[in-house]
């Protein structure tokens, strides 16, 4: 036998090895990360979990650094498909959310063990993996979602089944495939991730109700918190938001106008942390307003318009979602009002009653509202942020007003001077999450998050000093 002989018998071996490895479960080679059910998913995923947690450190670092790898690599195509499938946000925003999830979400550094040693002896903490996680994702956001989830989680030793939204389901596949590969090709085991091909309600609820799923993580609107959090599971919930944003008289208008053109406009609004209201201290509201026209990327609506505008976004009090996540110049389009391609927000002066006030709209359309002081704005602030503990953004040079409206407010996010996504690690200090659980207090998920402390003890002396 020759040379390349040699190799290829050797080839042939290594994957008939692999394949007696994963055992009679033959569905979860070659299966990609995409199921027939949900059962399947977990059975696969279960193995799967068996496999990772033999493995070291060391192949865990290199499976989530190819992770970010393929993500990267693959950028530029699930960016475009989620929009076009979606029909949701800005294509060139999903590039940078990707890059955000692809490089700010911790991995296994986020799991160092705490040892502390004593008279009494040595103490070691160890962050161990929950086991198999059900997580449950969004429209709106797709693809970081899914990225920053699983990182998160296979970072921690863990092993994902997801029901993605239905209407992003192509997206999610095309998501789950693209991470399923870059295990498996960093040497990792099939079936870490997956999720089933057709999500539906029904595999949501089958998800939820699986008896080997050990944690389950839920990104989405109240009502999906509500599931979780009634399934007699641990559970994680990250809600709804509806994030004001304050400005008072002390404030650097021009950066603050910059700043929520920025925010409210970054694709289109969907994401949860985006400036939904805008509450201003009557001093500075002409000032604001002026300096946010000449941003050039921001269309103030008269009185009229914005009425029309509203009876088109809003129907018998709910937000119509054929405008959810559009381009401005859509929305505007249908009002009949045509604005050029550098716009990005419409704004419009509002009375504190109006419904995008109070409802979570996730459209470039900001209402800005008039208070006489601060005061009175940190209290309007904190009704229509609505206990949901999410976002809150305050441009003021202050330090008393500022620290007066984050103890009122109580949000998970509290970002100061500068645009919302600051406060998710773009453009601001500290780590990314797409996983924002306001409602369980876990805050921005990470690796740690889905974890179980445990924790061992040594009785002697163990000190070297
Ligand atoms: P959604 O609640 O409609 O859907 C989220 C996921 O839950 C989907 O996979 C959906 O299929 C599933 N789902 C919905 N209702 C369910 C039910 N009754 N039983 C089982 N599964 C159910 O939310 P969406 O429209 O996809 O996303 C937008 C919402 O998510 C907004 O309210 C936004 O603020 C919120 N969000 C929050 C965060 C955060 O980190 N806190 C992040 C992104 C989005």
């Known amino acids: 036998m020759n040379a390349d002989g040699q190799q290829i018998a050797t080839l042939v071996r290594k994957v008939l090895d692999q394949l007696v490895a994963e055992g009679p479960l033959s569905p979860v080679a070659g299966c990609d990360g995409i199921f027939a059910t949900i059962d399947d998913a977990v059975e696969a995923a279960v193995a799967a979990q068996r496999k990772l947690l033999p493995m070291t450190l060391l192949k865990r670092k290199e499976i989530i650094a190819n992770i970010r790898g393929h993500v990267l690599e693959n950028n530029e195509r699930i960016a475009r498909l989620a929009v076009e499938e979606t029909h949701l ?15 700010k979400t911790p991995g296994v550094e986020d799991i160092q063990p705490v040892a502390i040693s ?8 160890e962050y161990a993996p929950v086991g198999i996680i059900g997580a449950l994702t969004p429209i709106t956001n797709p693809t970081g979602t899914i990225i920053n989830n699983a990182i998160s989680m296979i970072s921690a030793g ?25 295990i498996v090709a960093a040497g990792g085991p ?9 999500p539906t309600l029904d595999t949501a609820r089958d998800l939820v109700a699986h008896p080997k799923i050990n944690l389950l993580v839920a990104t989405g609107g109240r009502a999906v918190v509500d599931v979780v959090l009634r399934s007699g599971k641990k559970a994680i919930g990250a809600g709804a938001g509806n994030p004001p944003c304050l400005v008072d008289e002390t404030a650097n208008i021009r950066r603050a106008a910059e700043c929520i053109v920025n925010g409210a406009s970054i694709n289109n609004n969907i994401f949860c942390i985006c400036e939904k209201e805008v509450i201003v201290v009557r001093e500075v509201e002409n000032a604001l307003v002026k300096f946010i026209q000449e941003t050039g990327r921001a269309y103030l609506l008269s009185d009229e318009e914005s009425a029309r505008v509203t009876k088109l976004v809003v129907n018998d009090g709910a937000i119509n979602a054929k405008y959810i996540g559009k381009d401005v110049q859509i929305i505007l389009r249908d009002v009949g009002i045509n604005v050029d391609e550098a716009c990005r927000l419409a704004i419009f002066r509002a009375p504190p009653d109006h419904p995008l006030v109070w409802k979570e709209q996730m459209m470039p359309v900001l209402p800005i509202v008039c208070v006489e002081g601060v005061q009175e704005g940190i209290e309007l602030a904190v009704k229509v942020e609505k206990g949901n503990r999410h976002t809150a953004i305050m441009h003021s040079t202050n330090v008393e007003n500022m ?10 996010i ?23 659980a306001g409602p369980t207090g876990e805050g921005l998920t990470s690796a740690r998050t889905f974890t179980r402390q445990r924790r061992c003890v040594l009785s002697e002396s163990f000190r070297i000093i």
């Open 89 to 103: 946000g800005r294509v060139e925003d999903k590039i940078r959310e990707n890059i955000l999830c692809a490089e």
């Open 118 to 125: 004593g008279d009494h002896g040595l103490m070691l903490l």
């Open 158 to 182: 863990n092993s994902v089944v997801f029901n993605c939204h239905p209407s992003a389901r192509e997206t999610s596949r095309q998501v789950v495939r693209l991470i399923h590969r870059a």
């Open 190 to 198: 099939a079936g870490l991730v997956g999720m089933v091909e057709e």
């Open 403 to 412: 620290t007066a409206f984050a103890r009122a407010i109580q949000t998970t």
């Open 414 to 436: 509290f970002v100061k001077n500068a645009p919302c996504y600051a406060g998710i690690g773009l453009g601001g200090e500290g780590h990314t999450s797409f996983t924002i």
